[in-house]
């Protein structure tokens, strides 16, 4: 499926098992680096844009590409009331981020960018999610079992809390687990 990309060497810029998980399922032979620099981005770029930022960000912190190198770097955010939610620094900063998702809608906004030497290509995929109403034992119950200090938002929705708690999505289910995976197949695919 993918023998036009045999020349390079896939990289995986990630630490997120998730993201391995659903690259190798996707058929993509590919090795794994660990990124490389902290994640920023300035105060005023609109939240639907700060995906995008962030995996062009990652992917430029791997100056030294050789010719056989491909690099796939992604971010995943989670937006609501165009504030951008990022990963909790503890127990409390996740209680306060589902607690603010519950009952409500929000967005994921999952941006990939794919650089060679010669060639980029950059994409984001954003799908709305809908918590029904959470109760604060149900969310401290969450956090206790499953610490999603690791996740944009504070949650994964292929745990116990997306299958008890969202009651809509709009969108691509993987890209809320973090890769696009229909995007990422065609951005590879035309590569």
Not at 44 to 66: N, S
Request: hydrophobic content about 35%.
């Amino acid at each position: 499926m993918f023998n036009h990309l045999d020349k390079y060497q896939i990289i995986l810029a990630s630490n997120s098992p998730r993201r391995k998980q659903l690259l190798g399922d996707l058929g993509v032979p590919f090795k794994t680096k660990s990124s490389l620099g902290e994640e920023t981005f300035p105060d005023d770029l609109p939240p639907i844009q700060v995906a995008k930022f962030l995996a062009i960000q990652k992917a430029d912190w791997f100056a030294d590409l050789t010719e056989h190198d491909l690099y796939i770097t992604a971010d995943t955010v989670v937006i609501v009331d165009q504030t951008v939610l990022g990963k909790p620094q503890n127990s409390r900063e996740a209680f306060e981020m589902i607690q603010q998702l519950s009952g409500r809608t929000h967005q994921v906004v999952t941006g990939v960018c794919l650089k060679s030497k010669s060639k980029t290509i950059v994409f984001d995929s954003t799908t709305d999610v809908t918590f029904k109403n959470l109760s604060d034992e149900t969310i401290q119950y969450y956090i206790d079992t499953y610490r999603p200090f690791d996740k944009a938002g504070s949650y994964g929705i292929q745990e116990w809390i997306g299958m008890i708690g969202i009651s809509e999505i709009k969108g691509s289910y993987f890209n809320v687990m973090g890769l696009p995976t229909d995007q990422l197949f065609d951005a590879l695919k035309n590569f």
